[in-house]
């Protein structure tokens, strides 16, 4: 009878180290020099990951970087660089519930919860004044949006727009399509309590190849990265909590999509035409038809979900074209 028993233990020993997520992954020794290289400052009792390099000589610009759902400022890396090389400061940060910040639970997730952030992140680092450009994806799309509506209707004094590109982001719900783990995550409660911790690697690895381009994945070192920032403080078990962005998108639509119309602010989009989340030519036609006065970039066929990461070249000279227009 023990050794019955014995034997059902160690069997459901590596589904509960499943379950568990035991042990964690550890940083690669890339992802733990832009560790490093980070600070944190407090935001309404949590701690806040961001990145402040100081970069060209003689120039007093600004850019901030927003980054997407499920990953992190990390994301920037590719392009980070050459930024620095542009603008005398390049400023990232982890927002709440990704990469290195904090991840509370339970917490009701919010874009303007994620904007106020921004804000405070602006004002913390001594740029209230200062106009800035910002470069968003996916999610920080959305966060951008809601930062341009305050600006906008002066409804805060925290950040003053010089320029705001946008990339590959979910900005028009009916044209957009999350990914099918991504919908049972939002809207089944009690399955997604489950999926949150059943979700592994090989799942998550699975789901991020979807959104890149077929001569464009990430590499398996990349595909780690990614996954280690998403667990590190056990990221995954908030996913279902964080996802609630979409519906928020919906509800608000009039808010976010009207000030995108209506904006004096220069806006660009980089847009990669594979993405299947905001797919080509959908997409990109309600663009140009509801926000005529944007400039648009439209990258190599092949690139999709994350331009930044497939095509950071391409990213980065459509970037300063734009800069250069104005």
Not at 105 to 131: D, T
Request: neutral net charge; contains cysteine.
């Amino acid at each position: 009878m023990r050794e019955w028993w014995l034997h059902v233990g160690l069997l459901c020993l590596p589904l509960v180290a499943v379950y568990l997520h035991i042990p964690p992954p550890q940083l690669s020794p890339a992802l733990n020099k832009w560790h490093s290289a980070g600070a944190h400052f407090h935001f309404r009792g949590h701690n806040i990951f961001y990145r402040d390099s100081h970069g060209a000589l003689g120039s007093s610009d600004v850019v901030v970087l927003l980054h997407g759902f499920p990953t992190s400022s990390y994301d920037w890396i590719k392009i980070w660089e050459p930024l620095t090389q542009r603008f005398h400061r390049v400023i990232a940060l982890d927002f709440l519930g990704f990469g290195f910040s904090d991840k509370p639970r339970p917490h009701r997730y919010s874009i303007f919860e994620q904007a106020s952030l921004v804000e405070a992140l602006v004002s913390h680092l001594g740029l209230n004044h200062q106009k800035v450009n910002l470069i968003s994806h996916d999610y920080g799309d959305t966060v951008a949006l809601e930062l341009l509506y305050r600006s906008d209707q002066n409804r805060s004094g925290h950040l003053h727009f010089n320029s705001l590109c946008l990339s590959n982001g979910g900005l028009f719900p009916e044209t957009h399509h999350p990914r099918p783990l991504q919908i049972l995550l939002k809207d089944y409660s009690l399955l997604s309590t489950i999926l949150t911790r059943l979700t592994n690697y090989i799942v998550f690895q699975r789901g991020v190849a979807e959104v890149f381009g077929p001569f464009t994945q990430p590499t398996d070192t990349e595909f780690w990265d990614m996954w280690t920032g998403l667990r590190y403080n056990d990221g995954n078990l908030v996913l279902d909590s964080l996802l609630q962005y979409i519906t928020q998108r919906l509800k608000h639509r009039d808010r976010w999509v009207g000030t995108l119309s209506s904006t004096s602010v220069p806006l660009h989009m980089i847009y990669g035409p594979l993405d299947p989340v905001n797919p080509h030519p959908e997409f990109i036609r309600l663009y140009q038809k509801l926000v005529p006065r944007s400039t648009i970039s439209v990258l190599d066929e092949h690139i999709s979900h994350y331009p930044q990461l497939e095509d950071p070249q391409g990213f980065l000279n459509a970037y300063f074209n734009f800069i250069h227009s104005f």
